[in-house]
């Protein structure tokens, strides 16, 4: 899927989800940031979009970035966004990033639980035996990663590590934010009948401003994971309102696919691209009481076929 072209603004960088513009002319340190419909899964953009998806990821950020404004600065300027993408884009100050994933952690799972099966810990952190997917830590963990690029995969480290490469104060800050933040997610989910399992956050700098500013997006169902209160149930996987379907179903024999393998995924099925869309739009209007963006119903009835 082709970033699109946009009237005052040129192409500089596709993400796996995300497309990058700056001003054709004036203020050079301004960036819009476009959320497409695309979506990953163990380290391969599908296929297959999720149409709107990229209307819940940046209403969704929005949101948030409100619910955290007195905790960390945000990046986002203004919604003054070309026509064309409307509901899914934002305009906002270009940060100098910090090269380093910010997880934080309240229960064990994904990547942390194949970590503590293999050695009691998670990024340096010892955890207490006999501990289970699903399993609530004692404490939330910072569990940081580095940033890998498209096609490569994110490897978690310790602290130390992160401290090596931009200070330990800066580490430990980035380190205090991100449970901060997480803190204050989780108990706001809580409220809202969502247990916040984890979440990664993306921190910059912004020159001649504050050192530390939330980028990127924010607990969205890609950077986040969202299980329902009253299915929770250590032991097993958790029902979940984020990408975590299509993994299930990509590593389920229904896709055929060997994630270990050299083949790319294959295209989502339609009921898999529905269910996974229901799930986006349970999460968003779980969380914020909100009704769906227009934006997002439009995407919906523009899909081919519909």
Sequence with gaps: MAAPVLDGWSHVYSGKVRDLYVPTSGDRGTVLVVASD???AYDHVLPTPIPGKGVILTALSLWWFDQLADLVPHHVLSLDVPDAVTGRAMVCRRLEMY???????????GSGLTEYRAGGSVCGVPLPPGLDDGSRLPEPIFTPATKAEVGE???NVSLEVVAAQIGA???DELRDLTLAVYARAAGLAAERGIVLADTKLEFGALPGGPDVVLGDEVLTPDS???WPAEHWEPGRAQPSFDKQYVRDWLTSPASGWDRHGDAPPPELPADVVERTRERYAEAYTRLTGAPLPDAWN???TARPGR
Excluded: K, M
Aim: with cysteine; aromatic share 8%; proline share 4%.
């Design 38 to 40: 695309r979506i990953s």
């Design 99 to 109: 090269p380093v994933e910010c997880v934080a952690r309240g229960y064990l799972t």
């Design 153 to 155: 995969h994110d490897e």
């Design 169 to 171: 104060a800066r580490a």
């Design 224 to 226: 986040s994971r969202f």
């Design 298 to 300: 439009a995407a919906g």
